[in-house]
Nanobody, 128 residues
């Protein structure tokens, strides 16, 4: 089982940027697909972005396409989420997650049930 620790959250003005990091330990990081999810009070956790085990394939929710970029560095056991042009509606707790489903050349896991390991979350707040 992989352990995940997120960092990089904070308060930013609308239009600003943040980069979230998720450090993994305890298992072979490169064997996992990785994802970022977010959740606000009273709402279900939703997928934001995901990346395949080798970084070749990505998924983005429509709401973040063109603004967020997910990447990974297998040598550093870390996955990143670069968030640009932030909007107040991006305010949420952001969670990093790992999936044993490696995906294919055309698909990466993105459903909650695909992911078996979760970080503790990091708060992102975007002021208008």
């Amino acid at each position: 089982q992989v352990q995940l620790v997120e960092s990089g959250g904070g308060l930013v003005q609308a239009g600003g940027s943040l980069r979230l990091s998720c450090a993994a330990s305890g298992s072979t990081f490169s064997s996992y697909s990785m994802g970022w999810f977010r959740q606000t009070p009273g709402k279900e956790r939703e997928a934001v972005a995901a990346v395949s085990w080798n970084g070749d394939n990505t998924y983005y929710a429509d709401s973040v396409k063109g603004r967020f970029t997910i990447s990974r560095d297998n040598a550093k056991n870390t996955v990143y989420l670069q968030m640009n042009s932030l909007k107040p509606e991006d305010t949420a707790v952001y969670y990093c997650a790992a999936s044993r489903i490696r995906g294919t050349n055309y698909w990466v896991p993105r459903a909650l049930s695909n992911f078996s390991s979760w970080g503790q979350g990091t708060q992102v707040a975007v002021s208008s």
